[in-house]
């Protein structure tokens, strides 16, 4: 039995003589040191296998463990040198065998659990690492939005100190007026769960009271039952986006303001004639609202008769060259006033070549002069618009010499002013361009396209690199010829090294999350392995009762008994069955849910008892276990099933 033991213990156990020498290793030393039995019995020390920083003092245990046991610790840690030179960390259990001077000891291999140890110690040093230096505002709250945690950006971000944060709640307080209501009902969503977080750019107000736009991101940590753990919020500092933005928006609404109040009319046609598009300009001049016009008539609605025909030829060759200028005619307007006009129009074509629809400026031709004026003062708000805007606008030679920029995009090139840059960059693809080719690039592109988009990196004064979004266009003069070329650069250096940084931190992340996950599979492996175990032990203990018990009772049931001696004999075999039995497995199940006291009385009914003979053996009423039976019957579904209740649970084994 004791042999049997000793290999099945599940941890790999050694027997070593009072000299160190290995007397008996199991297989499970073979399967973790990798050294048969052969080599190892009686051959080999367990000083050996011990690095020589632990030898010392375990050399001190197990001279003193013969002297003094309790003055020795049983249980330690160590490491341990296998065949291959590979080291496992074990845990040591040591115990002197009664009576000898031998001693045995029970080894745990705990490799995989430090290794799980240190992987969690780096995640944790990667999540404070990334939390401190992320670049972004960063707020560790706890459920009653108390701060835990907040990294320096966040500090910097309102203004304030640590100190004055600590033991305070995150309130609204830091949040502009404007948005505080919007801001407060998605915190009520979130606490309630109703959403796991939100996402919302809005004003903070600083402790000195400036205001910075910012992004925030708000998530809530919750444990499996839904329950709030912490919630966790990033704020990216967007102001400056959020003024380029406004500034962008502001340029927008001009130029959209410039279409619909320009001094002349301007409309667009789809390739059947139906007006898509018409400005305010040119509606006021007709009489028409919107809604009467655009998508209901056709431009022929708008012509006297006789001039209906020529636009149906005039327009056919406008679709087929692309554009027509100077083209003077008549509209009617909605009171059948004539108006005289004179038209200029372009075709916009899809990447096919396909018509999509014409772009057509009309000048009221009876006031040539007033809309000369208006061209001028068009002219001017052009040129404050070029000169004054946040983002880089320029015109160069096709050859690769500016022709005109404006301050923004001198700035943003590191030049004192445009002047310095006109007069310093002769060449745009070597001097401006990091990669000449990009240059290359873009006006092959215009010999195929009207704009261009590309976000290419360019060189400043002082030789660092901007990152810059270009759209630019090939403007071609009044005989078709190439004159410059004119496009917008907006420098977002800044956006793309945040961008860069938040897909780092994104890549780092899934590492941390993929090393987690080997760390779960290690822990699982390391329970099924102990609940095989369990089985193996159950196993053998079912295996012993009826192999090593059983037989005896059998035998004793056989030799001159008394009818009492007999029952009681019974009564034990039938406990011990009890344990065994896949009979009694059943009827313990939580789904039929006999008591212990209807397992018995079931177990004597299936051996073929009858109720006088349970109630002697069980030294009980007759009537009492004719209740149980009834009970029997109806927990396992017999109630209304002929037959003996004996047979029926027979069925059951």
Known sequence: MYQTIFENTGNATVIFDEDTTILLANAEFEKLLHYTREETEGKKSWRDLVLEEDLERLMDYHRRRRIDPESVPQKYELKLADRHGFLHDVYMTVAMIPGTKKSVASIMDITPLKEAEKALHES???????????????VN??????????????????????????????TTEIVHPEYRGRIEKLIAR????????????????????????????????RDKHGRMLSVVVAITDRTERKKTEDKLKQYSEAIKDLFENAPCGYHSLAEDG????????????????????????KFTDLLPPEEQEIFRKGFSALREQGSIR????????????????????????????????????????TERKKVENALAESETMYRSLFENASIGMFQSTLEGKFLRINKAYATMLGYESKEE???????????IHADPRNRAELLAALEQQDWFYAEQPYLRRDGSLMIGKLAIRKVVRQDGASAYLEGIVEDI????RAEEALINRERELRIKAQNLMEVNTTLKV???????DQEELKERFLTNIQKQVLPYLDNLKKSPLREDQLGYVEMAEAHLLEIASPFTQKLTSSFLNLTKKEIQIAYLVKEGKTSKEIAELLNAKQRVVEFHRENIRSKLGLKNKKGRLAMLLRSFS
């Not at 320096?152 to 640590?162: A, N, Q």
């Not at 250096?493 to 793309?496: A, G, L, S, W």
């Open 124 to 138: 944790e040093t990667l999540y404070q690492t990334l939390f401190a230096n992320a670049g972004i505002a960063i």
């Open 141 to 170: 709250l706890d459920p009653q939005a108390y701060y835990r945690h907040v990294n320096d950006s966040y500090l910097e971000f309102i203004g304030y100190t640590w100190d004055e944060l600590k033991d305070r709640q995150m």
């Open 190 to 221: 979130q606490k309630s769960g109703a959403i796991n977080g939100f996402i919302e750019e809005i004003y903070f107000l600083r402790k000195d009271g400036a205001l910075r736009w910012g992004e925030v991101r708000s998530a809530s940590n």
């Open 274 to 297: 139906t007006i898509l598009r018409m400005n305010r300009t040119e509606l006021a001049w007709l009489g028409y609202s919107r809604d009467e016009v655009i998508g209901k008539m």
């Open 326 to 365: 100077n083209i003077e005619g008549k509209l009617i307007r909605k009171d059948g006033r004539e108006l005289s006009v004179l038209i200029d129009s372009s075709v916009l074509y899809d990447k096919d070549g396909r018509y999509l629809m014409n772009r057509s400026s009309v000048f009221d031709n």
């Open 421 to 431: 840059v006109i007069a310093t960059i002769t060449d745009t693809a070597t001097q």
């Open 493 to 496: 250096t800044e956006r793309k």
């Open 526 to 532: 390391l329970l099924n392995t102990l609940e095989r």
